[in-house]
C-alpha cells in the first residue's frame, strides 16, 4: 500500500514522493567516506575489499542515498567479526547473507528506497538473507522496525536487524 502512496500531508507540509519512481539502484566505486554518519572510520578500501560493495540511490544525476554491504554465512556482532566473516566467505566462496553495515540518506524517502531496492538485489542474487549491522541508536531501530525489519538481537556495541526476503 505504501509504495503505492506518492504523496501525503505531514503537519501543514506537503511532501511529494514522486520522485522515487525514477531512481536507478547503482554500484558506485567511490563515495566521501567522512559523509558517513553510522562509520565515517571505515576507509574506501575496507568498503571495496573481500566483495563488499557500496550501493547509491540515483535520481537525475544525483546520489540520494548510499548503502555499505558484505557478504557472509553467518551473522557479525562487530566490525572486526564483518571484516573476518566476509574475508572468509570470499575464499570460501559461500557467502548466503547480505549484510548491510551502514546505510544514510539525503532527501526523505531515499532511505527505505534504497532498502526496498538492497532487497531486490539480495533476491535476485539468490541470497538467502539480509541482515544489519547498526549502531544502538534510537534512530537506526526506528528506521529498521518502521521499514519491515525484526530484531535479531543487541551486541555489546551494535544491534543486528533481519529483513524478510
Known sequence: MFEKI??????????????????????????????DPVRPELDLE?????????????FDGTIQAIMCIAFTNDVPHSVRELDLMSRVST??????????YTVWSRKKGAGRKIMDEALKYAKENNF??????????????????RNGA?????????????YSL
Open 6 to 35: 506518492t504523496a501525503w500531508f505531514k503537519g501543514s507540509r506537503f511532501i511529494d514522493f514522486s520522485w522515487l519512481k525514477k531512481t536507478k539502484f547503482v554500484e558506485l566505486e567511490n563515495i566521501d567516506v567522512s559523509e
Open 46 to 58: 575496507f568498503r571495496r575489499s573481500f566483495g563488499r560493495k557500496i550501493f547509491g540511490l540515483d
Open 128 to 145: 538467502s538473507r539480509i541482515v544489519t549491522l547498526s549502531p544502538l541508536t534510537p534512530m537506526a531501530t526506528h528506521y529498521h522496525i
Open 91 to 100: 575464499y570460501e566462496n559461500n557467502a548466503d547473507t547480505v549484510i548491510a
Open 150 to 162: 525484526k530484531l535479531l538481537g543487541h551486541n555489546p556495541n551494535t544491534q543486528n536487524f533481519e
